[in-house]
């Protein structure tokens, strides 16, 4: 019987605007511990993947730990694999930027560690066919994708012990297999017999599986105190260094340097199939469940059952969607840069910052839900596009684009101290950059339904539509404060996510005017009206002229409410009204309720800003936070997202008649 060859190793990750304190956990719980017990067995080779990001706060805080992996990769235990250096997922990334963020971490370990990788680790195991040109153009052999990755690709069980040759565009790629779950699955194994279930007597020189952990997974405390401290890790270890039958322990590059038959494959666009899962909602992920659980043959289930795609969180999710529409919207500024090859690079940096992968989707723990990951994000691509405007040269204006690829236009305002984008569909603003500080005003996140989520998350409430600002409500005049906090208000217009046409762009004025005809149901009928919003962009102001028409032939009585969520540092707000004598509400309540004011004003103390919400007619305004509850480290937690304000006037009006005001909102 031939030995199984087997590649042991695992592939860590910290996102970008994670807190020190989350590194650090990860560091003790998982990182530290799994390699101190792989220094003890230096006759056992090791593979090792580490993001860029983890990698520089590793060097700044953790220096011996960096010493360490230096001295295993000297006496050659340790093979390193490169990758995106801020662990994007390279498939939803432009090829130049894949190939520029797999050579700054390839330039970062050959510098450190003085080995170049040859191979590559693939976040989520996204995998497109396009990755096979792209990594071998980036100088890398190989990679690693999951057993039901190769089932998917046609490969039966027995192919799932052989590496395979891929290629595209004729450059071809080595694709190792792994063992998918091996967190989990090794687990459930006598760590003194180890893998011997996995061998088998037709095992040939070629066979071979792989075994990388996640080091997140391991950092979980059911799962690091197994491994760890109960010794789990040190005694498979000692059994297999012990061992002389069955297993061999090697490095992938040891392996191809032997000249191995490979099978041929071709794999389907795929990830792991935690993402493939969470991409779906929630009603179409339980009935991925059954139709998995109802597949008697599990090779079968993985085979044709693949769940969703990467880029359906596009569609899950609006945030993540426009993210993403930032952040391509951002590369096409970058590329056109010309002549300063330092400022270029500059850009390039901030830019592959904001392509961390981590955040634009949501599965096991917050993604796209986490509010300081979405801030990094959006920091780092306001600050490459920031970067991009050449000083003295750079003029304010309007530019009418698809910016997210939807089919309709969207108006973006690029100003001196602010951006504002204005979207076709409910014709609202949907991103509020203040350039000073990087901040996007408008990074807010909706309250999406979970398969996951408590009777308190459920009674919280769901939104119909993005948290953004300038949202056009028509309600019943006896609207209440709780039904419009919990999103069950019921929609009388359909305004808040009707199409709005330009019926004016005036870019030397930078002025917007958009019009929508809709019906409005008041005292059970439906009337038409017209509603024309101006929108006037000024250095650091945006003011909105609205003009509500009754077109129709019966009376219009309702309530006008254009909602306006801001993504503040806190969820701590200082309301001062100034149309009437100054009150300041307590700040431990946010949810405020304010009559007849003309002015709200809000300390941003983080960002060191004031925003200012003026209002020509005075109005009541109800003010309250907005919350969702997601999944972190197994738990369901309430995160803080964005702070709205909703003001209101009651409209009375004859038919033909029309009723007018004028809102600004300021940032300084």
Not at 193 to 208: F, H, K, M, N, Y
Not at 269 to 274: D, G, K, L, Q
Not at 437 to 451: G, K, Q, V
């Amino acid at each position: 019987m031939s030995k199984l060859n087997l590649i042991l190793g695992s592939h860590n990750h910290v996102p970008e605007g994670s807190g020190d304190e989350n590194f650090e956990r990860a560091y003790q719980s998982s990182f530290k511990p799994f390699l101190t017990v792989f220094y003890s067995y230096p006759e056992i080779p090791l593979v090792l993947h580490y993001s860029g990001t983890l990698l520089n706060w590793l060097e700044k805080n953790h220096p011996e730990f960096i010493m360490l992996m230096n001295e295993m990769v000297g006496r050659k235990q340790v093979e390193l694999l490169g990758g995106g250096f801020y662990e994007p997922i390279l498939s939803l990334i432009s090829s130049t930027d894949r190939l520029g963020q797999v050579e700054l971490l390839t330039t970062y370990l050959r510098k450190r560690f003085g080995k170049r990788p040859r191979g590559v680790w693939l976040a989520e195991k996204a995998w497109e066919n396009s990755l096979a040109a792209s990594l071998q153009g980036c100088g890398m052999d190989y990679t690693f994708l999951d057993d039901n990755h190769f089932l998917a690709g046609g490969i039966d069980a027995k192919g799932l012990k052989l590496a395979c040759i891929t290629e595209d565009q004729g450059k071809s790629l080595v694709v190792f297999p792994l063992l998918s779950n091996a967190e989990t699955r090794i687990l459930d194994m006598d760590p003194s017999t180890g893998l011997d279930r996995l061998i088998e007597a037709e095992d040939t020189p070629e066979s071979v599986i792989s075994i990388i952990l996640d080091g997140s997974i391991m950092a979980k405390p059911e799962i690091s105190g197994r491994l760890f401290a109960g010794k789990w890790l040190d005694s498979f270890l000692k059994a297999l260094s012990n061992s002389s039958d069955g297993l061999h322990p090697l490095l992938p590059g040891h392996f191809l340097r032997g000249d191995p038959i490979l099978q041929k494959g071709y794999f389907p666009s795929f990830a792991s199939e935690r993402m493939m899962r969470c991409s779906l909602t929630p009603g179409n992920r339980k009935r991925y469940d059954e139709l998995l659980r109802s597949c008697k043959d599990t090779a079968v289930g993985a085979t044709f059952v693949r769940g969703g795609g990467v880029r359906q969180f596009f569609i899950r999710y609006r945030e993540s969607a426009l993210l993403y529409a930032k952040m391509q919207y951002v590369h096409i500024l970058v590329n056109q840069l010309r002549g300063d090859k330092y400022r270029k690079q500059t850009a390039l940096d901030e830019l592959w910052k904001g392509q961390c992968g981590d955040v634009y989707w949501h599965g096991d723990s917050d993604g796209i839900y986490r509010n300081e990951m979405r801030k990094s994000a959006y920091r780092a691509l306001i600050e490459s596009e920031k970067i991009t405007r050449e000083k003295g040269n750079f003029i304010p204006s309007i530019i009418p684009v698809d910016f997210d690829l939807d089919g309709l236009k969207e108006y973006l305002f690029q100003g001196p101290e602010v951006n504002a984008y204005v979207h076709s569909r409910g014709g609202m603003l949907f991103e509020l950059d203040y350039l000073p500080s990087s901040w996007n005003y408008l990074d807010t996140m909706s309250r999406y339904p979970e398969s996951y989520h408590s009777a308190e998350a459920k009674d919280s409430g769901y939104d119909r539509y993005s948290r953004k600002a300038f949202i056009d409500h028509f309600w019943s005049p006896q609207a209440e404060r709780k039904s419009v906090v919990s999103g069950k208000e019921e929609e009388r217009g359909g305004f808040y996510n009707a199409v709005y046409q330009a019926l004016d762009l005036n870019r030397s004025h930078h002025e917007l005017t958009l019009a929508c005809d809709s019906k409005v149901v008041a005292r059970g009928r439906e009337i038409p009206v017209r509603l024309i919003k101006r929108f006037l962009f000024k250095k650091n102001t945006i003011t909105v002229h609205y003009s509500i028409t009754n077109i129709g032939g019966d009376r219009l009585q309702t309530l006008f409410a254009p909602e306006i969520n801001l993504s503040l540092s806190s969820d701590r707000l200082d309301f001062v009204k100034t149309a009437v004598p100054v009150v300041v509400p307590e700040p431990a309540n946010p949810d405020r309720a304010l009559e007849n004011v003309s002015e709200v004003l809000i300390d941003d103390e983080a960002n060191e800003t004031q925003i200012r919400l003026t209002s020509e007619k005075p109005t009541d305004v109800w003010a309250f936070t907005v919350s969702t509850y997601s999944r972190m480290a197994d738990a369901e937690v309430r995160t803080y997202q964005s702070s709205c304000l909703v003001p209101r006037w009651r409209v009375d009006l004859a038919p033909q008649g029309t009723w007018e005001n004028r809102v600004t909102l300021q940032i300084g």
